[in-house]
Antibody
Framework: QVRLQESGPGLVKPSETLSLTCTVS????????WSWIRQPPGKGLEWIGY???????NYNPFLKSRVTISLDTSKSQFSLRLTSVTAADTADYYC??????????WGQGIPVTVSS | QSVLTQPPSVSAPPGQKVTISCSGS????????VSWYQQVPGTAPKLLIY???KRPSGIPDRFSGSKSGTSATLDITGLQTGDEATYYC????????????FGGGTKVTVL
């Protein structure tokens, strides 16, 4: 069974860079597309972007200038970097897989707070 | 404000049916497949429906999806207490550059 696990700091200071990693186990990381999705407290879901099996990326146009998603197939991991964070970036961050269907597997999520 | 519009909440007694609508435009629902996700409080979302009508393995046939024009619908029949959750629709939007969009979510309450 495929399992996704997010990891990274739960607290980031304003103006700094948020960095998260998603580790994939129980299956291959190749031949799939991998996304980051976030959910501010009490609000809905927001797609951040994805990286496909060719390492091609596609980002939410409203976050594009601050987002980088990368893939490390040797470690079965993919990562998110979000620069110049503000309180508005406080959210639960989820990693997810897409194959035949969009977001068919999700990580449990990791809460990230932006605060000094 | 979400690009896809969903009612904030729907409710019905156990055993009844609820219908959740998802309204978009030609740049999203009108030209792409729709997926639906269920999020029980405190947990990650789960895929319920993809390609407008398809159910992943393990999803009961009480959940069904449809699409017409620029709107999509999720029906839940034989409502159970375990169905209490927030439901999100989602699809690709080709405005600006192709990007994924979610609806604002609909909270289902079993009375």
């Amino acid at each position: 069974q495929v399992r996704l696990q997010e990891s990274g700091p739960g607290l980031v200071k304003p103006s700094e860079t948020l960095s998260l990693t998603c580790t994939v186990s129980g299956g291959s990381i190749t031949n799939f597309d991998w996304s980051w999705i976030r959910q501010p407290p009490g609000k809905g879901l927001e797609w951040i972007g994805y990286i496909d099996h060719n390492a091609t990326t596609n980002y939410n146009p409203f976050l594009k200038s601050r987002v980088t998603i990368s893939l490390d197939t040797s470690k079965s991991q993919f990562s998110l970097r979000l620069t110049s964070v503000t309180a508005a970036d406080t959210a639960d961050y989820y990693c997810a897989r897409s194959y035949v269907a969009p977001f068919d597997y999700w990580g449990q999520g990791i809460p990230v707070t932006v605060s000094s | 404000q979400s690009v896809l519009t969903q009612p904030p909440s729907v409710s019905a007694p156990p055993g009844q049916k609820v219908t959740i609508s998802c309204s978009g435009s030609r740049s999203n629902i009108g030209s792409n497949y729709v997926s639906w996700y269920q999020q029980v409080p405190g947990t990650a979302p789960k895929l319920l429906i993809y390609d407008n009508t398809k159910r992943p393995s393990g999803i009961p046939d009480r959940f069904s999806g449809s699409k017409s024009g620029t709107s999509a619908t999720l029906d839940i029949t034989g409502l159970q207490t375990g169905d209490e959750a927030t439901y999100y629709c989602g699809t690709w939007d080709v405005n600006l550059s192709a990007h994924w969009v979610f609806g604002g979510g609909t909270k289902v309450t079993v009375l």
